[in-house]
Nanobody, 116 residues
Framework: VQLVESGGGLVQAGGSLRLSCEAS????????MAWFRQALGKERERIAH??????YYADSVKGRFTISRDNAKNAVYLQMNSLKPEDTAVYFC????????????WGQGTQVTVSS
């Protein structure tokens, strides 16, 4: 199984980025997907999750970030708008099977840096 993130980079505060995560080696439609981030010196936090019928957002990103998936492309996306310097982190996508609480598969991460 591989999860490969892309789309990170350097952006000014107030700008937007769209992260992508392409999955291979798994039956994508049977997995729920999530985006996590880890800032320097901080714990990894889950910021968005998408299953078959619902989405979840952490309060820190609610109203600014949107998670979506395309099962035909085995991909999950994170549209990030109104970015803030505190959004600077390494962003990871993760997958977990229906009925399982632990995220089993992780990508390698992509760096997002927001300048003030």
């Amino acid at each position: 199984v591989q999860l490969v993130e892309s789309g990170g980079g350097l952006v000014q505060a107030g700008g937007s980025l769209r992260l992508s995560c392409e999955a291979s080696g798994l039956t994508f439609s049977t997995y729920s997907m999530a985006w996590f981030r880890q800032a320097l010196g901080k714990e990894r936090e889950r910021i968005a999750h998408i299953s078959w019928s619902s989405t979840y957002y952490a309060d820190s990103v609610k109203g600014r970030f949107t998670i979506s998936r395309d099962n035909a492309k085995n991909a999950v996306y994170l549209q990030m708008n109104s970015l803030k310097p505190e959004d600077t982190a390494v962003y990871f996508c993760a997958a977990r099977l229906r009925g399982v609480t632990r995220y089993e598969y992780w990508g390698q991460g992509t760096q997002v840096t927001v300048s003030s």
